[in-house]
């Protein structure tokens, strides 16, 4: 019985991630009908979309984003957050992979926020898998320094003050002096600080304040989307 599912799933495929409409099989990524549509006309035909977007939350030195949160970008990545087997996660990877390649970036350590309780629970976070495969793929090092000194209300549906407020004082260093250990091994000049989406940055800047007061020089966010609307309204200029 399990051998006649398992062939009948083989023969059947899976729903494509982009458009959860047509069936594609497990080798491909994307269904025929989505992938000319999201690719842009002159870009590289594997960032499907588009060129990739640069991204500064003040003070620190701008990142990048695969994309802005909506349409299939964000049915991908809210499908990719359920489990490690879904068959947005592969084109989620290649996209970040590509981006960062695209944008040049020099290396650095690639971290990823702490995960919530709730994260933890279910045994999958799907930042820090990004940050562990970049690392595999570019050779970057990667790092666990940090941890959820307290455990907070989701940040879903709060607006950027209320965001701040949420999680401020929420990280801290897995142990004293973390930081300056990892230095010790391998000097920490450049963080990538690696997530899903940057809402209004609030996650960002908690994070990235530890360590540039720990003294490092570069903190970036490297996202695979964001909401360019709302992280203008939290930006320090606004308030």
């Not at 588009?50 to 499908?79: D, N």
Request: aromatic share 6%; with cysteine.
């Amino acid at each position: 019985m399990g051998g006649w599912s398992s062939s009948v799933g083989a023969l059947l495929g899976v729903r494509c991630p982009a458009c959860t409409q047509a069936r594609i099989q497990a080798h491909q990524q994307l269904c025929a009908g989505c992938r000319p549509l999201l690719a842009d006309v002159g870009c590289d035909p594997d960032l499907l979309w588009g060129p990739t977007q640069p991204v500064e939350v003040a003070p620190f030195p701008p990142g990048l984003a695969c994309g802005e949160y909506q349409g299939s970008l964000r049915r991908m990545i809210l499908q990719a957050k359920q489990g490690p087997s879904t068959a947005a996660l592969p084109v989620l990877r290649r996209q970040l992979l590509h981006a960062i390649r695209a944008r040049k970036l020099p290396p650095g350590h690639l971290i990823a926020p702490p995960a919530s309780r709730l994260r933890r629970w279910q045994g999958w976070h799907l930042a820090d898998e990004l940050a562990q495969s970049l690392a595999q793929r570019l050779g970057w090092p990667t790092l666990r320094p940090l941890r959820r000194r307290r455990e907070r209300p989701p940040q879903a549906g709060l607006g950027a003050g209320a965001r701040r407020i949420n999680l401020a004082g929420s990280f801290a260093w897995r142990q004293a002096g973390g930081v300056q250990r990892a230095a010790q091994r391998r000097p920490l000049r450049r963080v990538y600080l690696i997530d899903d989406v940057l809402t209004t940055g609030a996650t960002f800047r908690e994070c990235a304040r530890l360590f540039q007061q720990a003294g490092v020089e570069e903190v970036r966010p490297v996202v695979l989307a964001w909401v360019p609307d709302q992280l203008a309204a939290s930006s320090p200029a606004q308030h």
